[in-house]
């Protein structure tokens, strides 16, 4: 099943309103959100000032608008990619992690986080955005699927769904920090077998078992460490003779 929140989202949206969200969003590219006026961005949409102010109250509301609009269309990009992929478990990794990646890249996510970063800091800290509920209604789906088909086990796909997108989240606003280029691709590898290794039937994330969780290590072991093939299990102690 292929998760398309972006349809739904654009069909509530009028013509008059993509054009407006284009106007925001080339203000934006070229002078940041600060700088950016409503009578900039009607100037540039070609409507009057009254006809925004019907539409949005002001920038910040123009601002969610246009954010929810840029990166909810990354999540039915890489749902389409996906959509081929043989379980729910393969098709949720490589969709939260190259959305993740493709949102780091987009030129409106970079140009806030470069000018005004402090816009964001709601979205980490007390509000969950409208893409951000987007992202975990899809993340929810794709769980309940590979709970079906027993390629995942969690217990609550909602609250795994929701755990997932703060573990993203994160990923994210680490974009500009010093150094993270060139360690970006290192670790979006290891973001996949992260989530891949959480949701796995036997990781310990849902009902899976020790048996399971002994076969996993046994399969990413190297030649000769018995103790990852045990499961990272402890050696048992030798007993001590008795006197």
Known sequence: ??????????????????????????????????????????????????????????????????????????????????????????RLVTAAVAGVDRLTRHPLFLRIVDVDPELLLPYITTRR?????????????????????????????????????????????QTLAPGAAGERVAELGELGRMLDAYLAPGSGSGSGSGRGRQARGRELAPPGDETLAAGQARAPRPRKARR
């Open 1 to 90: 099943m292929v998760v398309d929140t972006n349809r739904r989202r654009v069909s509530q949206r009028t013509v008059e309103d993509e054009a407006l969200l284009d106007a925001v969003q080339a203000c934006v590219l070229a002078v940041g959100v600060r700088r950016t006026t409503m009578t900039d961005v009607a100037r540039r949409a070609g409507v009057s000032r009254m006809t925004l102010y019907r539409r949005y109250a002001d920038v910040t509301s123009l601002m969610q608008a246009l954010m929810t609009r840029e990166f909810t269309q990354i999540i039915g990009e890489v749902e389409r990619e996906v959509a081929e992929l043989p379980s729910a478990r393969e």
């Open 129 to 173: 955005g409208a893409f951000q509920r987007a992202a975990v209604e899809a993340f929810e789906a794709r769980l309940v699927d590979g709970v079906g088909e027993g390629s995942i086990a969690v217990g609550d796909p909602a609250a795994a769904a929701r755990a997932i997108e703060l573990a993203l989240r994160g990923f994210a606003f």
